[in-house]
């Protein structure tokens, strides 16, 4: 496994970069939860970084994939 045995408990992060990476993620979907009412601009920025720093980690970014979820979830432009 990636990140340590999952059934031995909580699966670590071996890089200093991956646990920044984690904590901006946190960070964004915290905002993205104070915001997503408010401004859906915004809040779909949010969940945007929060992607994306979860991509710096596993190794997988896609803006198609957050516009997906935004027009599936959202209804933007209908």
Do not use: M, N
Not at 9 to 32: E, K, M, V
């Amino acid at each position: 496994p990636r990140c340590g045995d999952p059934l031995s408990g909580s699966p670590s992060l071996t890089q200093s970069r991956h646990s920044l990476h984690l904590r901006d993620c946190a960070a964004a979907l915290a905002r993205y939860g104070r915001e997503r009412r408010q401004d859906l601009g915004l809040a779909a920025e949010r969940l945007r970084l929060a992607r994306r720093h979860l991509g710096h980690i596993t190794g997988q970014v896609g803006t198609e994939d957050v516009l997906d979820i935004i027009f599936r979830d959202f209804c933007v432009g209908k």
